[in-house]
């Protein structure tokens, strides 16, 4: 079975600021990587997903992640974070055969302070 | 861009009480989810429905849970006797493929809360 495992439980950041937070997985297949964020009060949004091919992935409103396959890692990366990064990150697998679910990480709060 | 409708968006019960939560998938995906996140928890999976017929459940999805998609558009979670542990935030979600190539797409949420 998968597991995700997220790191950074909460981040407080300054705007400008750069960011990462951390993701692995734990699964021996062939996986796909997904990063989803929730603004307060919002649902789900996926920033970006890695399926195959170039593991450097780049998503909307400047993010980015990249799948590190020796480190089963798929950490999430924005050189300059602003007020509205405010939201909790979720990082999440599903294995690449079938219907299968996604399995999320705990989510990390990032707070952007103005 | 398509969305993903869940009603109500905050739900009050009493424990015993039976609830059904309602989703309105995507109008031409095929696989259809339901997660919850309890407050301050990880999102986690609760069953997944394909070709009208439950393909994968989890642990969580006990004989009080049932899926159904009764008309070919809606999508409903029904809790039979709730219980206060099932006080969460429930999600639904839909995919074109389950291999999710294409990427899930979730509703807002229901706010579930048993008192």
């Known amino acids: 079975a998968q597991s995700v495992s997220q790191h950074n439980h909460h981040v407080i950041l300054s705007e400008a600021a750069s960011l990462e937070l951390g993701c692995n997985y734990s699964?021996?297949?062939?996986?796909?990587l997904f990063w989803y964020v929730q603004y307060p009060g919002q649902h789900l949004q996926l920033l970006l997903k890695y399926f195959s091919g170039d593991p450097l992935v780049k998503g909307i409103k400047g993010f980015e992640a990249e799948f590190i396959k020796s480190k089963f890692s798929f950490n999430l990366r924005k050189p300059s974070v602003q007020w509205s990064d405010t939201a909790e990150y979720f990082c999440?697998?599903?294995?690449?055969?079938?219907?299968?679910?996604?399995?999320f990480g705990t989510g990390t709060r990032l707070l952007v302070s103005p | 861009e398509p969305e993903v409708t869940q009603t109500p968006s905050h739900q009050v019960t009493q424990m015993g009480q039976e609830v059904i939560l309602r989703c309105v998938p995507i109008s031409n995906h095929l696989y259809f989810y339901w997660y919850r996140q309890i407050l301050g928890q990880k999102v986690e999976f609760l069953v997944s429905f394909y070709n009208n017929e439950i393909s994968e459940k989890s642990e969580i999805f006990d004989d009080q849970f049932s899926v159904e998609r009764p008309d070919g558009s809606n999508f409903t979670l029904k809790i039979r006797s709730t219980k206060l542990e099932d006080s969460a935030m429930y999600f639904c979600?839909?995919?074109?493929?389950?291999?999710?190539?294409?990427?899930?797409?979730f509703g807002s949420g229901t706010r579930l809360t048993v008192v």
């Open positions: 699964y021996g297949g062939t996986v796909n």
């Open positions: 999440a697998v599903n294995a690449r055969t079938g219907f299968q679910k996604l399995v």
């Open positions: 979600a839909s995919t074109v493929e389950g291999g999710a190539d294409y990427g899930y797409t």
